[in-house]
């Protein structure tokens, strides 16, 4: 089974627009000879539907940070799915740790939110990852466990075909720690057999599961190099097009 690699770029709350319209566009054009890879950028809402016209004759893939689960209604300073489809967007993060720890986002908010968008074809990037004290506590496993089954729980596995688990060990998130290649692979490939026992065989061989926390230009070629490693999410390192291009052009 080869999945295709994914290359992705969280913008958080950095750059205006036509900030963002000319780091996408720049790093469009350098990446216009890359192959085999999706390359992804999440700019904020503000943002999408300029960096969607710029790049809508390029391979560069839109992304958003966020969605709320409902269609519509009195929810003064939300994006729904079906908006963020309206505006181009292809790929949507979901439960990222500052959305959980700064906004109070749980498993079942997230839940809600895959659900949103897997019913308006978007691509859910599900994003997981334990906190130090978890790590050091000895529930890593328990903590990623507990993440997924309740994020992805009662979706039909048919309609997560283009899911995306995004492991983010979140002492490793723009901290310039990055998680030891052991300690990569060891998750990843937990993280697999997890889909394979808990959800669908089928899935466990096509779902991409990519590393964030940390990536820069100069490990992102050890982080490829694992097994189980689909790609990555960038954030600090994504803002620049130079950079990032280098992340892209690993190899
Ligand atoms: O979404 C991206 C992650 O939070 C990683 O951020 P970082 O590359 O700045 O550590």
Redesign the pocket.
């Known amino acids: 089974m080869t999945r295709i690699p994914l290359i992705a770029g969280?913008w958080?709350m950095f750059k205006t627009g036509p900030e963002a319209v000319d780091t996408a566009t720049h790093l469009a054009q350098a990446c216009a000879d890359v192959q085999n890879k999706d390359i992804m950028i999440a700019p904020t809402y503000v943002c999408l539907p300029l960096v969607a016209t710029a790049i809508a004759d390029t391979s560069l893939h839109l992304g958003a940070q966020n969605l709320h689960f409902e269609k519509q209604g009195a929810f003064t300073g939300e994006i729904s799915a079906d908006m963020l489809a309206a505006a181009g967007v292809e790929y949507v993060?979901i439960g990222?740790?500052?959305r959980r720890q700064y906004f109070f986002e749980t498993d079942e908010t997230v839940n809600k939110k895959i659900l949103a968008a897997v019913s308006n074809r978007l691509k859910p990037i599900l994003?997981i990852g334990e906190t130090l004290a978890q790590r050091e506590a000895g529930n890593t496993f328990l903590t990623l466990d507990k993440q997924v089954a309740d994020g992805l729980k009662s979706v039909d596995p048919e309609r997560l075909q283009d899911l995306v688990i995004?492991y983010?060990p979140v002492w490793?998130?723009?901290?310039g720690e990055t998680a030891g290649p052991e300690q990569v692979e060891t998750v990843h490939r937990f993280l697999r057999t997890l889909v394979d026992t808990k959800i669908s065989s089928d899935l466990a061989r096509t779902v991409r599961i990519i590393y964030?926390?940390?990536?820069k230009p100069d490990n992102i070629a050890t982080l490829m190099c694992i097994e189980d490693v689909d790609g990555v999410?960038?954030?600090?390192?994504?803002l620049d097009a130079r950079i990032f291009t280098q992340i892209v052009k690993y190899d």
């Open positions: 969280n958080k993060i990222h740790s500052e994003c995004a983010e490793a998130i723009g901290t964030g926390g940390s990536v999410l960038v954030g600090g390192a994504s």
